[in-house]
Nanobody, 113 residues
């Protein structure tokens, strides 16, 4: 499974960005998909994870500001990020879980104050 992210960049605090992640390849079943992020000097942390049904779990730090969505027909997932804060600055990674986890290459998001 290959994942390609796009949509990162530089934005001022309070602004918005939309990340996209297109995935391709072969799988029997996708168990979960979502986004993580890693800031400099910090561990990678969960941002949003979708495990089926209508439920997406978000970290407390982004709840109410970030929205996960997907387009099943295009094998693409999105992360709409609103009301961005400087502490959201990080490299964002999308992932898909089948029999193992597959990761995108990461896209930089920088929020200036």
């Amino acid at each position: 499974v290959q994942l390609v992210e796009s949509g990162g960049g530089l934005v001022q605090a309070g602004g918005s960005l939309r990340l996209s992640c297109a995935f391709s390849g072969y799988w029997f079943r996708i168990n979960a998909m979502g986004w993580y992020r890693q800031a400099i000097g910090k561990q990678r942390e969960l941002v949003a994870v979708f495990e089926g049904g209508d439920i997406t779990n978000y970290s407390d730090s982004v709840k109410g500001r970030f929205t996960f969505s997907r387009d099943n027909a295009k094998n693409t997932m999105f992360l709409q990020m609103d009301s961005l804060k400087p502490e959201d600055t990080a490299v964002y990674y999308c992932y898909v879980q089948t029999t193992r986890d597959y990761w995108g290459q990461g896209t930089q998001v920088t929020v200036s104050s």
